[in-house]
C-alpha cells in the first residue's frame, strides 16, 4: 500500500515510516518504504505542494493539507497513485505555557520576518531561549494532530503530546538527534533532551510517535 504525505519534510517522511514499521511490525524504514506500506511524497510525483497554512488549531491545518494534496492527486494521477491511496497528513508544534502557549501552530515560521529570511532551527532555538529569558516557568508540550484521509468527507484523526520543559539556556542545549527544537526541549522523565534520544525512544514517546501509532492501528485494521 501507498501511503501519501502532505509534506516535503523528508525528517517526516524517515520519521513516520520508521513509526509505521514498528507498530506493524516491519524492518527499519529509513528509506521511506515499510514492509506493506511505501511512504511517498509530493514530490515523489513531481507535484508542487506548498499550502497556505490558514487554520487556527493544528487540527484545522493537518486537514487542509491533507484535503490539499487529495486534490491534487486526484486532478492529476501522477504515477504511482491510485484512487484510494490514503494520505497522511499531521501538524505539530512546540506549545510553551509562559509564553501563553507560543509559537504554537506557528513553531515551524517563529520569528520569520514577513517576505524576508526563514530562520534556521538553530536560530529559533536561540529566539525562544531569549524570549522566555529566566523566567522559572519552563513547560511546555510537543503537540501533533495526525490526519488519515481517504476522501475530503471521510478522514480520521489523532492527537497526541509529549510533555516536557525548555532548557535553561544555550549552554543547556544538548544532542545532535531530531530536528527543530528537540536539542532544547527536556523530558524529565528521561533526563534528556528530544535531542538526545535514540530514533526508537523518540518514537516510542513523541507526540508524532503516539499519534503515528494510533494511524497505524487505523491502517492494519482497515486491511484486514
Known amino acids: 500500500m501507498i501511503v501519501w504525505l502532505a509534506s516535503g519534510n523528508i525528517h517526516k517522511q524517515a520519521e513516520l515510516a520508521s513509526i509505521l514499521n514498528a507498530e506493524n511490525g516491519a524492518g527499519e524504514g529509513g528509506s521511506g518504504v515499510a514492509e506493506g506500506y511505501t511512504i511517498k511524497t509530493p514530490d515523489d510525483a ?6 497556505d497554512e490558514t487554520g487556527s488549531t493544528f487540527f484545522e491545518n493537518a486537514l487542509l493539507k491533507a484535503r490539499e494534496l487529495y486534490r491534487l492527486l486526484a486532478e492529476r494521477c501522477p504515477a504511482p497513485y491510485r484512487p484510494g491511496d490514503p494520505i497522511l497528513a499531521d501538524d505539530s508544534g512546540l506549545c510553551v505555557d509562559a509564553l501563553d502557549g507560543r509559537p504554537g501552530i ?14 534556521e532551527a538553530a536560530e529559533r532555538n536561540a529566539r525562544l531561549l531569549a524570549e522566555l529569558g529566566g523566567n522559572p516557568r519552563r513547560s511546555g508540550r510537543f503537540v501533533c494532530a495526525m490526519v488519515l484521509l481517504f476522501c475530503p468527507e471521510r478522514f480520521y484523526l489523532a ?10 539556556s544555550p549552554a543547556h542545549a544538548a544532542g545532535t538527534g531530531g530536528f527543530g527544537y528537540d536539542p532544547v526541549f527536556f523530558i524529565p522523565a528521561l533526563d534528556r533532551t528530544a535531542a538526545e534520544l535514540s530514533e526508537e525512544e523518540k518514537n516510542r514517546v513523541s507526540h508524532r510517535g503516539k499519534a503515528g501509532k494510533v494511524i497505524a492501528r487505523m ?5 484486514l
Open 159 to 168: 492527537q497526541e503530546t509529549l510533555e516536557g520543559e525548555i532548557v535553561k
Open 106 to 119: 506557528f513553531s515551524a515560521r517563529y520569528g520569520n520576518i514577513a517576505g524576508g529570511k526563514k530562520l
Open 46 to 51: 513531481g507535484l508542487a505542494f506548498d499550502p
Open 219 to 223: 491502517l492494519r485494521e482497515m486491511e
